[in-house]
């Protein structure tokens, strides 16, 4: 069973990139408005990045113009493309539903902004 995997973190200076992947199962992928979360040390989770399941996008102010989100509906995968990384960035990345989101949410993957 899938139901929601990230991947493609880890660590990265100041200024680079990093591509996240997350593979949904279908019945939460499709044809669901699906979006990336983070969650930094000791905050709460927070809204990165939302795509319709046509691909109409929104973003928050903060990534806004560093990050794109995109999707695959024929691999039921969505992925957050990072750029010019800061250290306010560094957060467990998860996915899930834009709304009404799936209860057991993933493990999520590290971002950890640092030289």
């Known amino acids: 069973q899938v139901h929601l995997v990230e991947s493609g973190g880890g660590l990265v200076q100041p200024g680079g990139s990093l591509t996240l992947s997350c593979e949904a199962s279908?019945?939460?992928?499709?044809?669901?408005?699906m979006a990336w979360y983070r969650q930094p040390p000791g905050k709460q989770r927070e809204l990165v990045a939302s795509?319709?399941?046509?691909?109409?996008?929104n973003y928050a102010n903060s990534v806004k113009g560093r990050f794109t989100i995109s999707r695959d509906n024929a691999k039921n995968t969505v992925y957050l493309q990072m750029n010019s990384l800061k250290p306010e960035d560094t957060a467990v990345y998860l996915c899930?539903?834009?709304?009404?989101?799936?209860?057991?949410w993933g493990q999520g993957t590290q971002v950890t902004v640092s030289s």
């Open positions: 899930n539903k834009r709304y009404d989101p799936f209860g057991s």
């Open positions: 279908r019945s939460i992928f499709s044809p669901n408005t």
């Open positions: 795509i319709t399941y046509g691909g109409s996008t």
